[in-house]
Every structure is written in C-alpha cells, then in structure tokens.
C-alpha cells in the first residue's frame, strides 16, 4: 500500500533529551513537511524539503532539526532547545502541484 | 504577510446545510485548500481551488474569489461524522508553503 508513516504514534521525552520523530513516505513524492499542532489551534509549519539532500526552516524552526537524506524520508529532531515540545506533530508529503497528503501523526509528550 | 481568517466554532442540525468561510491576504497564491481534520487524527484534503468559481465534490462543494481573497466550503445534507475542524490552509505560489488558519470546528447536531 502507497502511503505516509509516521513512528511512533505517542512519544515521551525526558527533560534535556533529544528524541527523533521518523517519517516515511513510499508515494514517490519529492516535497515533504513537518507541522507541529497545538490544541486547538491550525498547523505551524517547521520545516520543508522540495527535494533530496535540501530543506529549509518554516515559520517555527527553532529547536528542532531535519535532514533528508533519501526521497522518501524526512525525520525530525526535537532537541533540548526546544522548551515547550508538546503537540501533535504532523509530516506530509506533496507531488507536483498536488495537495500535500499526510501522515497520521505523532505526539510528543514531556515526562 | 500572510494571514487566513475562518470562524473558530459553528453549529448546525443533521440534514441541513452549512457554509464555513475563510478570507486570506497572501503576496504569491498557488491554491487553496480545504481539509478536514477529526479529534486526535491527521488532517484529510477535501478539496482545491487554484481559479476562480465553484468545485463540487459529492456533498462537498468549495469556491474560490481570488481578488476578494475569500473562499467558502459548504457542506451539504449535514451528517453527525461531519463534526470535525475544517482547516483553511493557502499555498505560496513562490516557496510551494502552506500557510494555515485556526480552524472551525463544526458540531452537528441531531
């Protein structure tokens, strides 16, 4: 089956720890995002790629980082920096001038 | 800047009909994208205007004024697994970013 994973579903992070969020897309797409979610409010984004081997901050990039090493992986770190980790984070993915699709999410707590 | 503005909460009755509003200021558009999101999942894409005018997709229909920066999705013959946030989300015509609004969270009633 075609799709976006995303592992694990829930994840708890200790204090000064970092921890890394995978996502996994085998629809051949060339774009992919990362989004972080807080209750009851839309989707900010906090970072893109719009190929292999590049990407560039979103609009809340502090404290996390990225990296896209193959086309159909795009895994997020949330480092010590970043103080207040907990949210639905979201991954999608995006061919052409398609809609981005994404996957079923991830959320971080903090212990 | 970019800004997208949509109610935060509406209410209608099962059967009925419902039309939930979203007004944008963008400098680059490439589209505008309506998803639907229910409690505790991911968002689903519902639909995409990128022209002016009206696209219908079964009971879904969403339309687009790109020199007003307003568009609408409207929901027709309301079912109670409609009661979900519907996201108004655009995307810059430069950078292919999405930007997104708050939400409007839709209860139905029965």
């Known amino acids: 089956d075609g799709g976006i994973t995303q592992s694990p579903k829930y994840l708890f992070r200790k204090e000064g720890q970092n921890v890394t969020l995978s996502c996994e897309q085998n629809?051949?797409?060339?774009?992919m995002y990362w989004y972080r979610q807080d209750p009851g409010q839309g989707l900010r984004l906090i970072y893109y790629?719009?190929?292999?081997?590049?990407?560039q901050k979103g609009d809340i990039a502090e404290g996390y980082s990225v990296s896209r090493e193959k086309k159909e992986s795009f895994p997020l770190t949330v480092t010590s920096a970043q103080k207040n980790p907990t949210a639905f984070y979201l991954c999608?993915?995006?061919?052409?001038?398609?809609?981005?699709?994404f996957g079923p999410g991830t959320r971080l707590l903090v212990l | 800047g970019q800004n997208i503005d949509q109610p935060t909460e509406m209410t209608a009755t099962e059967g009925a009909i419902v039309q939930i509003n979203c007004t944008y200021q963008?400098?680059?558009?490439?589209?505008l994208f309506w998803y639907q999101q229910h409690a505790g999942e991911a968002p689903t894409f519902l639909s995409y205007n990128v022209l002016d005018g009206l696209e219908e997709k079964g009971r879904f229909s969403s339309f687009l004024s790109r020199s007003k920066g307003y568009s609408y999705l409207l929901l027709k013959e309301l079912q109670m697994k409609d009661s979900a946030s519907y996201l108004c989300a655009v995307r810059d015509r430069g950078t292919y970013k999405y930007i997104f609004g708050t939400g409007t969270r839709l209860k139905v009633l029965a």
């Open positions: 963008t400098s680059g558009f490439n589209g």
């Open positions: 999608a993915s995006r061919m052409g001038d398609e809609t981005q699709y």
């Open positions: 629809l051949n797409h060339d774009a």
């Open positions: 790629s719009q190929i292999v081997n590049d990407f």
